[in-house]
């Protein structure tokens, strides 16, 4: 691999750290869809590399968050509750069905391309205005326990299956239904993203499904892309970049799921 492609990829790697950094969401929507597109792994390589680069970005991110004490840990603790037991049925399963080509070459492409069109909308509908919380804008109001569970396990579904759409559920959730802080969405999102992905990253590695050279390589970009995200998520415009955000996501899903790659 020559220095210029490892300039590239390490660019690359920071772009994708700063936005997950600064929006909490960003990281499985646009580095799958890298590694599939651009790098040209196989899908389930793409993915299990996806998940052990969330768990490393979004634990430094989360991080960053919680000395700036914008997360709480107790409904980070009841969501991981029900997303770590779903997101390893589900890892578990694509793994076990790595040896059928119709399921890699065509569903997955095609499962995860899905997922990126619905997330790129719910990202375009947020950066919009269309997705608010509801009730009085200065009163908070979190999810029960119960409700963060069963939020939880669909999200980790999705994560085990797809490595995306986790972050941009959760947000869309509680924006939709419960009044939470802003910077407090954010630090939450990459929390629970970070202990959601380490399970299933776990069983995709132990499977031989992470491509550890080309990880090291994004991940010199994107932890000081994250770091630096995080300490303007309280400053930092996002409208604009959320917007940008849906439409790379948005071009990345149709490709697939048009079986472009």
Do not use: C
Not at 8 to 27: D, N, P, R, S, Y
Request: aromatic residues 10%; positive net charge; glycine residues 12%.
């Amino acid at each position: 691999m020559g220095l210029e492609l490892e300039l590239e990829i390490i660019g690359a790697g920071f772009l994708i750290g700063f936005l997950l950094g600064l929006t909490g969401i960003g990281g499985g929507a646009l580095m799958t869809p890298f590694l599939i597109l651009v790098m040209r792994l196989n899908t389930v390589t793409a993915i299990g590399t996806d998940l052990a680069f969330a768990f490393i970005t979004k634990s430094v991110s989360a991080i960053q968050h919680r000395r700036q004490k914008t997360v709480w840990l107790k409904p980070a603790f009841f969501i991981s509750l029900g997303s770590v037991p779903a997101s390893l049925a589900a890892s578990w399963f694509v793994v076990s069905q790595v040896h059928k080509n119709d399921w890699v070459e065509q569903l997955l492409p095609r499962l995860l391309g899905g997922m990126l069109v619905v997330v790129s909308l719910l990202v375009a509908a947020r950066a919009l205005g269309w997705i608010k919380a509801r009730g009085g804008e200065h009163r908070e109001r979190w999810p029960a326990w119960w409700q963060d569970i069963l939020l939880g396990a669909f999200m980790g579904t999705l994560i085990g299956l797809t490595s995306v759409g986790s972050g941009t559920l959760l947000v869309a959730v509680l924006l939709l239904f419960f009044v939470v802080p802003p910077e407090h969405l954010v630090g939450l999102n990459v929390l629970v993203g970070a202990v959601l992905a380490f399970f299933p990253a776990l069983t995709y590695a132990y499977h031989g499904f992470v491509n550890w050279s080309l990880l090291t390589q994004i991940l010199i970009g994107a932890i000081p892309g994250s770091i630096l995200g995080a300490r303007l998520v309280t400053k930092a415009p996002t409208k604009a970049i959320r917007l940008l955000l849906s439409a790379l996501v948005l071009l990345a899903g149709v490709r697939l799921l048009m079986g472009v790659v």
